[in-house]
């Protein structure tokens, strides 16, 4: 079984406090960092470009865990490798060929994650399973933070993980939507081993960062 690594996303941190907040994440004992970029056409939000990614970059040696929540998104990869992300996750349905914006990815020397929201069926990214670093499972519909865990999900998970298995496939599962210390558990059985929580790391136990990491990776 893969260490549990948390991914905390940065939607819940104080935004006007952005460098000093994934600074408190590096000493609390982040794995890495979730970057949630959202477009206001693809989801119904806006977040962060690369500018900012760029700005964090110089606060942080952890991974950037950067998901792409835009479309189309081929012409915008490259903005964000440039700016600093370590792993590029995208959707199958914001882009016209998976297989080349996999590759543009790959040629830029990072890693691939490619996201399932809760209605997207694993059908539609099981022949790149052996290409990719990552599958990120939305447990929410993307668009906002703080939203209620589906648990419905799981099951997606647990195929992912007999595939992987039944291939010798090595790409990690993560799970991002509504995860805290009530269902982390649940996840992590199904066969994730990447938590991203946001909400939970930054506003549980007044704050303690470090204590809310630990709990989450059932310490």
Known sequence: ?????????????????????????????????????????????????????????????????????????????????????????????????????IKTIKDLKKKVGVSLNPESKIDLITEFLDKIDLVLIMSVNPGFGGQKFMPEVLDKIKQLKKIQ?????????????GINFENCKIAIDAGANILVSGTTVFKSNDGDIKKNIDLLKLK
């Open 165 to 177: 298995q039944e291939k010798n496939l090595t790409f990690d599962i993560e799970i991002d939507g």
């Open 1 to 101: 079984m893969k260490n549990i690594q948390i991914s905390p996303s940065i939607l819940s941190a104080d935004f006007s406090q952005l460098g000093s907040e994934i600074k408190r994440l590096e000493a609390g004992g982040a794995d890495m960092i979730h970057v949630d970029v959202m477009d206001g056409h693809f989801v119904p939000n806006l977040t962060i470009g690369p500018p900012v990614i760029k700005a964090l970059r110089e606060h942080c040696s952890l991974k950037f865990d950067v998901h792409l929540m835009i479309s189309p998104v081929q012409k915008y990869i490259k903005a964000y490798a440039d700016a600093g992300a370590d792993i590029i996750t995208i959707h199958p349905e914001a882009t016209q060929n998976l297989g080349e914006s």
